[in-house]
């Protein structure tokens, strides 16, 4: 059973920085894209960031780059995103999501986990 399970979700004032982190487990995470979405209240979901399983890098909105930075270890199942520069509009549910290399679409989710920026 493929489990993604994010965490390092928090408050944090504007400005501030918070890392998630996304473990995998249940497949094989070396062959999988990940990738990172978020939703905030009353919104859709948006795509952040994604890291290929050949390690290609993509980031959604301008308004992202420069502050978000992803990152895999593949050794550890695990996914990051870095966050810097936090500002009130970031708030949202963060979730990590899994597609196989050969897949369209993402096949897996995590629960999600709430990042909260004041002001």
């Known amino acids: 059973q493929v489990q993604l399970v994010e965490s390092g979700g928090g408050l944090v004032q504007a400005g501030g920085s918070l890392r998630l982190s996304c473990a995998a487990s249940g497949l094989t995470f070396s062959s999988h894209s990940m990738g990172w979405f978020r939703q905030a209240p009353g919104k859709e979901r948006e795509f952040v960031a994604r890291?290929?399983?050949?390690?290609?890098?993509?980031v959604g909105a301008d308004s992202l780059k420069g502050r978000f930075t992803i990152s895999r270890d593949n050794a550890k199942n695990t996914m990051y995103l870095q966050m810097n520069s936090l500002k009130p509009e970031d708030t949202a549910v963060y979730y990590c999501?899994?597609?196989?290399?050969?897949?369209?679409?993402?096949?897996?989710w995590g629960q999600g986990t709430q990042v909260t920026v004041s002001s």
């Open positions: 890291i290929a399983w050949t390690g290609s890098i993509t």
């Open positions: 999501a899994a597609r196989a290399k050969a897949a369209s679409q993402y096949a897996y």
